[in-house]
């Protein structure tokens, strides 16, 4: 028994040490491509930190998000950024000249941006220390109404009904995301034209899994770990393979019906919010012999909406823009 | 056997650690890019592991999407990154 303990604090010792020296490491290297390479490993051992802290569903939403689509989308905007600077000609004197200012200019932006994230930490320090040390949390309180949530997992209960808002603004969040992206107007990147035979064989094997996977885990979040944004990420992952596997929405598609699909999500939970008000007078307050039935019905939309904003987020430019340059 | 378990977890933790290194070193990208996979893939391993000895069976689906997904990465890797350095080296 005691070498099994000593084990488990060798393991966690490990782990807290390496999410420290990633996260320094990522945070002061001077080559973003280095970074973004210790940003995907951090995540990774973030997601065995979850598990360790017996989160699973913590641990899947950071899978999901953090291995599939944050380094994707990081790895596809360093690529975008090293063009720019290409087609700008910026030469290895002038960056030189650039870096040295930055260089110059750094003390003052670090004490700038240091200041509120001091504030907040000392917020932060203060407010845990007023916390008593008895409490139990709300944990008791999700288990009691658990019944009247309609699902079983009391993490779905808490993200999709007793505190639904929540995830009604995350998705609102997403959208405002996508939107601003597009009304950057960024020039499409033409590279993925050219056809690769390995790797359309893996769209067309992968395509389908990711398919199956998004809807196990949509279904699973009402007893288990799963739910509307980690199968959102793993439907939107398959958009972002299909993107890069040189697959284009057809452009009858890319208009209307496309936005349709952005929004639907995010429509749908505000119009169940506006219901629910009518009808109970309480913002999303969802009558427990129903609440199974919406949620599913919530769940669904927003998986569609958080894998096309998340395809989109990727793919950077209008789908229906495009296509006319 | 769940002491079994939690020395391979930690061996290929220590496993993780020394390829950190080939992340700092690189020389390349994909040098970098391809130590970050391999992490992936013990990280899967890993995940299996300790689903066997807290015995929860939610950690095979993380350790599935995982698996799955970090394929995604690899090929954004491949697709946006690393194909114009090669068309670079061509052209030199």
Redesign the interface.
Known sequence: MEALSLLQWLIDGLIGIGLLWLAWRALFCPELFKAIVLFIAFGLLMTLAWVRLKAPDVALAEVAIGAGLTGALLLSSWAKLRDFDANKGMGVREKNRVQSEQKTKRPFFHWLSATPVLLMAVGLGYGVLQLSPYATGLSTAVAENLDASGVSNPVTAVLLNFRAYDTLLEIAVLLLALIGIWSLEIRPSVREATLDPVLDLLARLLTPLLLLVSAYLLWVGAHASGGAFQAGSVLGAAGVLLILAGWRLPLSLAGLPLRITLVVGLSTFIAVAVLMMLDRGQLLAFPPSQASLIIFVLETTATLSIAAILAALFLGSRPDHSEKI | M??FY??L??FL??N??AG?WR??L?PT?AD??M??QL??TT?VA??LL?GQV?G????H??A???A??????A???????W??QEKKHDSK
């Open positions: 769940e002491t939690l020395v977890v930690l933790l220590l993780l650690a950190m992340v700092l690189g990208a970098r890019m130590a970050a992490f992936g990280a890993v995940l300790l807290e929860r069976s939610a950690l689906d993380v599935f999407v995982f799955l997904l970090s394929a995604v990465t090929v954004a890797f491949v697709r946006r990154a194909s114009e």
